[in-house]
């Protein structure tokens, strides 16, 4: 099975720059995905993690220590709408290809 | 445009009462997915659908029943054997060609039993 950890809240500043932490614990991996959702919308791609190492897409960056069992999402220049939950899933290395997701991280940005 | 539409986006059922909440694409994916969100924990897998006419249960399946008669089209019964069935469900699709693809969300359906 997989277990996978996020810190529940996180508060910033507009303008800051803020990292949200996933650990996980799993018996096959093969991938990290990290979504964005605001409240009582879709959850939307934000970045895809398979090697260690760090991806960068504009103001977001998502890093990953397979050693660890560790990721982590960097936002920059954080803005107002940024205001958000942030889900990190892991997909298991299964036939089917399973996402389990953890609980979110609510980020409250303000001014 | 291509997309996932789930609907309704708000859905009262009375206790007792089967309801189906639709999920359609045009993405042409062949993989679905049904999640359930409460507050307080990740999304839970109810079913998922790797091709037409075959469906398998995910972690929280009790009470809930799917069909996938149709590649864009994965309906999802609610029913009243499903003992606290308020929630926001969420479908989801994917292109299973390539491992590294990831999964597209429909808007949501939030069902309220009164």
């Known amino acids: 099975g997989q277990n996978i950890d996020q810190p529940t809240e996180m508060t910033a500043t507009e303008g800051a720059i803020v990292q949200i932490n996933c650990t996980y614990q799993t018996s096959g991996f093969n991938g990290l995905f990290w979504y964005q959702q605001h409240a009582g919308e879709a959850p939307t791609f934000l970045s895809y993690?398979?090697?260690?190492g760090l991806e960068e897409k504009g103001r977001f960056s998502s890093f990953l220590s397979r050693s660890k069992g560790y990721s982590y999402l960097l936002l920059k220049e954080l803005q107002m709408k940024d205001s958000a939950s942030y889900l990190c899933a892991v997909r298991e290395r299964t036939g089917f290809q399973k996402l389990v997701f953890g609980t979110g991280t609510r980020l409250l940005v303000s001014p | 445009d291509g997309g996932i539409t789930q609907s309704p986006k708000y859905l009262f059922r009375k206790e007792g009462q089967n309801v189906t909440l639709s999920c359609e694409q045009n993405l042409n994916h062949d993989a679905m997915y049904w999640y359930r969100q409460d507050p307080g924990q990740g999304l839970r897998l109810i079913y998922y659908s790797q091709i037409v006419n075959d469906f398998q249960k995910g972690d929280i399946a009790e009470g809930y029943s799917v069909s996938r008669e149709k590649k864009e089209s994965f309906p999802l019964t609610v029913t009243s054997a499903q003992k606290n069935p308020t929630a926001f469900y969420l479908c989801a699709t994917r292109w299973g060609g390539v491992e590294n693809t990831e999964a597209f969300f429909g808007q949501g359906t939030r069902l309220t039993v009164v």
């Open positions: 993690n398979v090697l260690d």
